[in-house]
């Protein structure tokens, strides 16, 4: 299924605005961080109409979700805690492109966070 993926996040990837790009694959026997899908695609981008946006795949017995995410959202349910998934997303999602190293830094910052002990 990451080969079917794999022309979906590409083609993301070329767009200016888009910061990063995370694979998450499901977990045997978790249904509930990937809310019942094969893969997530967790794009996010600086400039979009919506501040969220999904699109399902379904490829034979496998389906995918890419959730297309506002950079200030993705910025907002980290600093309230309001999405719990992400943050799981952010840690076990394989970077799959990471404009300027997006990620990489959100990732830093979320571990070096003093709040984020204490959620």
């Excluded at 694959?25 to 600086?46: A, G, H, M, Q, R």
């Excluded at 034979?60 to 600093?79: C, G, N, T, Y």
């Amino acid at each position: 299924m990451e080969d079917i993926l794999r022309p979906i996040y590409q083609e993301r990837a070329s767009w200016p605005s888009t910061m990063g790009v995370l694979l998450i694959e499901k977990k045997p026997n978790d249904v509930s961080s990937t809310d019942s899908f094969d893969y997530i695609l967790l794009t996010v981008v600086n400039e979009a109409e919506e501040a969220v946006s999904i699109k399902h795949y379904i490829y034979r017995d496998q389906k995918a979700a890419l959730h297309i995410v506002h950079q200030s959202q993705l910025e907002e349910w980290i600093l309230l805690g309001s999405n719990r998934k992400i943050f799981e997303w952010i840690f076990s999602g394989k970077i799959v492109f990471d404009r300027n190293e997006y990620f990489e830094r959100l990732k830093k910052n979320c571990t070096n966070s003093p709040s984020m002990g204490e959620k």
